[in-house]
């Protein structure tokens, strides 16, 4: 790469790492939620788990163009060695946080080789292979996971020694909610980087990144390693503040709601696995309200008319309302793709 091109390179990662107000508002909304929706908390910390499982799947779905169905393995994992390790070893969740996540980075780094044989519906099909083995591993070893019936007696410590988990969520959505964030910042520096350039390189061109240089193998391993270690973190958030863990955590329709959030929020600029989370949970949480039987229904419906809409034309009608509240002229409509 020539000193032209380092030039350019660099001053696109400086723009991209700049906070945009956007980003601002979102933490900070997170945050005053603490105190401003204080009946919500527990709705809250599942979102802020959830938001964080689907940041996971987006670093390699959105960033190394990866397809899984199985992601909800090492969501699943993390939140039984998490369960684990508070019944027979300690209750400190701090810990346990970190063995999760060390658990499910090995089991990522070992199952990324069968990942890097395939691609596409081959990818599909190991991903799932992989989550419904370790599911059927988890119901067989009712000694260790309490099989179908759970691992109950999952007792967490305050977080160092002083904050103690309430019933009402506060404690929990906090903790959630640093971890998170801290993980996000992780992420964001990671992707906006010559690394994360190269992956998504990758994803569009896998044969010219190779044949330019870049060592894909080991890129795609890297990243779906430390994915794997994000979705063994949400899980261990999720054992540690409910203090419970059933094979729900392990199972296929885990792995399919991370995916429809993502096509909700959108892939690849991280904040779309928390924004997919919190209209997929939100409608969860009022549909259900109303219509306990048919809940899925609508939802589902609301993905078909997404889907047939699409994003693009959504996003431009909203910046199209939008400018027209402020007296300013309508934005130019881009080419979509499959329009004629």
């Known amino acids: 790469m020539n000193p032209e091109h380092r030039r350019i390179a660099a001053k696109y990662l400086a723009d991209k790492w700049r906070w945009k107000p956007l980003e601002y508002v979102f933490w900070l909304a997170a945050l005053a939620a603490v105190w401003l929706l204080p009946s919500h908390h527990l709705i809250l910390n599942e979102i802020m788990i ?51 996540g060390f658990a499910s980075a090995g089991l990522g780094f070992v199952t990324s080789f069968l990942v890097l044989r ?46 103690e988990f309430d019933i ?21 520096r990671l992707v906006i980087s010559p690394f994360g350039l190269s992956l998504r390189t990758i994803r569009d061109n896998p044969l010219r990144a190779s044949a330019i240089g870049t060592p894909v193998d080991r890129r795609l391993i890297a990243i779906y390693t430390v994915a794997a270690a994000y979705a063994g973190i949400a899980g261990a958030l999720l054992a540690q503040t409910t203090q419970f863990v059933s094979l729900d955590v392990i199972a296929l ?37 109303w219509t306990p039987q048919y809940w899925t229904f609508w939802i589902g419906l609301i993905l078909v008319i997404l889907v047939l809409i699409g994003r693009d034309r959504m996003n431009l009608a909203v910046a199209t309302g939008l400018a027209r509240l402020r007296g300013k002229p309508a934005p130019r409509p881009r080419t979509i793709v499959g329009d004629r």
């Open 50 to 100: 959830t938001g964080l499982f689907a940041m996971s799947l987006d670093l390699i779905l959105g960033y190394a163009g990866i397809a899984s169905l199985g992601h909800a393995a090492f969501f699943g994992l993390g939140a039984y060695t998490a369960g684990i390790f508070a019944i027979r070893v300690t209750g400190d969740p701090l810990l346990g946080l970190a063995l999760a």
């Open 118 to 163: 395939g691609v596409d519906l081959a990818r599909l099909m190991v991903t799932l292979g992989v989550a419904l083995v370790l599911g059927e591993i988890a119901n067989q070893l009712t000694w260790l996971t309490g099989g179908a019936d759970g691992l109950q007696g999952v007792t967490i410590a305050p977080i160092l020694g002083k904050f």
């Open 168 to 188: 009402f969520g506060r404690t929990a959505y906090v903790y959630s909610l640093i971890v998170s964030f801290l993980l996000f910042l992780i992420a964001r």
């Open 253 to 289: 329709h885990r792995s399919a709601d991370v995916l429809l959030m993502l096509v909700i929020g959108g892939t690849g600029y991280l904040y779309g696995g928390f924004v997919g989370a919190l209209i997929f949970k939100g409608l969860q949480d009022v549909i259900s309200s």
